[in-house]
């Protein structure tokens, strides 16, 4: 039998339980208003605050950043600041542990702790702690509130003499422990946004969300496992375990699609974690937001590393050596800029193995010298010798070191000479070779030669504009390595901005001096200090720049050469393999936490295995875990996706599904004509129903139900939802799922497994032998 809950219990001792409750409730609450107090105050003092030496403008900023990030802190725990207790007997002991969203101690009693935060070690066991294994623990009790009151206690005794000395039972063979307050967040109508799930975690979860492995940790689940929520809390629990490493290097999470992103967005801030960057691969290029669409065969040819060589051919191809020779006019004289000295110097350039940018120098330097021999022959022949019909050569050149340098000076500053300079060997910004690369036919003939033509045909791109697909983002970064950066140019700007800045501050000073009295007495002049007294013009000009405060998050989404403390991705199956080149390079430590799960592998250019994308960047040293758990989906829909996953990976295992409910999935099979309108009338009654409905279309069938969209109702692909979920789901097509995607069964197992109530599928030609289980609407 289920065990009996305080709630259940006779009214005076319900009673005085919540009124104990409620008064270290307002306990907590009054020492988070003093601790928000304190940092607005200190914030606001630090904002009051000019002016000063670069040290002490270093620390304000850092005081600033610390209580703003205090405040952000208080006030995402406003909501269900404590959730939870535990009693623990041990060692002849007694002690009771609140669990909650942060740490808060009481300074009144020699800083006693009042609240633990959930990811302290000495919380764990409000966890772990179960009947078999209680860890000392003789009852965990979930407090629910709302609006700073007490509004719901559940207890659960994993000690059967505590349990009987409370009332929770009347015989031995009684049974203790409950999953209710599981259970109730289980049921709970979704609202558009995932929530944190800090008060069930799990015990599987736990032990991932406080794993200490420090390369690759590999969190394979099936649908409904909580692998997102998993990797949420990690990232929380990490920057409360490595604060000082993680705040200084951020935390990177990459999700599958915007949509996702904005799902979880709250989560984090929710645990009082808001300095962390979520970007999707399509994003994470600085400068670049993905807009366009590729072919599904685009996608696979651009996620490949074979694509590596197309990008190193595409840089070479712009390197260029001249058809015909290059006649150019230089002082009254003509040049000639031929084939044998411009393949001299691109040879020079290419083997020093710089990047092309950083290479250029070496070129024009070489080019440069060439033409600097030429008119060395022209103007420094010796005459006198020629007259004589002696031959000369350049040791018996007439003109000096001197003379060459000061001509060469002035070919690095001739126009003609490096307009054509740079023609033969351009500066290149990574955007401009791939866009061109795209658009032009002859360039991508020549780049991927080796490609059949209807492969490059898939590549190709008319027009040429600078609008780049998801795919296309590792491409940009592979082509930045490639490219290199070429900054002299700007710190040269910046070097101009800064003197001309401090020729002005000493301008200012100046007049402050011509300024100053000059007909005072020395006996009577007063100790009066001026400006030129105290600053001199290097600090006033530095006073002048205005400086912009970034969280470390915005600092390393504009830094395309950042590594993170940490790196999460979720439903990192979709990862191409040039996409994990790109995820790499930002975290060279490799510690990294990779959710997903290859069953549900949608995009062709996708993972298989984990160990294919993995072990070229840390070998073996990587571990999996797994989650086995399923507490999204019920049994009745799981039933169904089962048979899809079987015909997927028939060694495969179902995650088991912990609660049923009730609804067993139905089959709508229809006309053509008719599709639209049973879908309207499926949704129409869960209108009546809490939460989250969501139809999902075919790619090319969207626009057939874009009008039902609606605050509770979501009109998507399958592609988009990856990572979601739903209170119902009804899918239209499940045939036209399969034939739109070479992994069109792991579409289809997405598609079923994102209802946490009720599954409908509506077709209008035959069911796929894989949905044989699905039972026929009366």
Known sequence: MPDRRTDDRPATDHAAELDREQDHLTLLYQRLDAMREYAQRRLKTVLLETGGTPQARSERESFTQLYSEDLAKYDAAEHGLCFGRIDLSQNDTDESRYIGRLGILDEDDDYATLLLDWRAPLARPFYLATTAQPDGVTRRRHIRSRNRAVTKITDE?????????AGAIESDDAGVGSESALLAALNAARTGHMTDIVETIQSEQDAIIRSEHKSVLVVQGGPGTGKTAVALHRAAYLLYTYRQQLDRAGVLIIGPNTTFL??????????????????????????????????????????????????KQAVRDRQQVPREPIRLSFDGNELVLDRKIVTKARGRARSSRRPHNLARPLFAASVVDALTDQLAQILGR?????????????SRNLLSQADLTEIRDEMRADADIQREIAALWPILTPQEVLAELWADPGRLARAAGDLAPEDREELHRPGGAHEFSAADAPLLDELAELLGVDDAEERERARRRWRAQLA????????????????????????????????????????????????????????????????????AQELSEMAWRMV??????????????????????????????????????????????????????????????????????????????????????????????????????????PGITAVLVPHDRVGDYLGLAGDSVRVLTVSEVKGLEFDAVVLVEPQAVLDESPRGLNDLYVALTRATQRLSVVHTGALPDVLSRLKAAD
């Open 382 to 394: 010796d005459p006198v010798a020629e007259e004589n019909g002696q031959r000369t050569d350049r």
């Open 157 to 165: 005794f994993l000690d059967l003499e505590t349990a009987r000395q």
């Open 584 to 689: 790499m390079r930002r975290i060279p430590n490799r510690w990294v936490t990779v959710v997903g799960d290859v069953a549900q592998t949608g995009d062709p250019a996708g993972a298989s295995s984990w160990r294919r994308m993995l072990e070229p960047y840390v070998a073996q040293r990587w571990k999996l875990t797994e989650l086995t758990v399923n507490y999204r989906t019920p049994a009745e829909i799981m039933a169904v996706a089962a048979d899809v996953l079987a015909a997927i990976d028939p060694d495969a295992a179902a995650p088991r599904s912990v609660r049923d409910s009730g609804s067993s999935p139905e089959a709508f099979r229809v006309g053509a004509d008719d599709a639209v309108a049973t879908v309207t009338r499926l949704v129409g009654e869960e209108a009546g129903r």
């Open 504 to 571: 002005e501050a000493q301008d200012a000073l100046d007049i402050l001096t011509g300024s100053a009295p000059q007909d005072l007495e020395d006996d009577l002049d007063p100790e009066i200090l001026m400006a030129y007294d105290l600053i001199d013009a290097s600090q006033l000009a530095e006073r002048q720049n205005v400086g912009t405060r970034q969280t470390t998050a915005e600092r390393a989404a504009g830094d395309r050469t950042w590594t993170y403390g940490h790196v999460i991705v979720d439903e």
């Open 262 to 311: 904005d799902y979880i967005g709250q989560v984090l801030p929710s645990l009082g974690e808001t300095g962390v960057l979520l970007s999707t691969i399509g994003d994470l290029y600085p400068g670049v937001h993905a807009t366009r669409e590729d072919s599904l065969r685009a996608g696979e040819l651009k996620g490949s590393t074979a694509i590596l060589d197309v990008l």
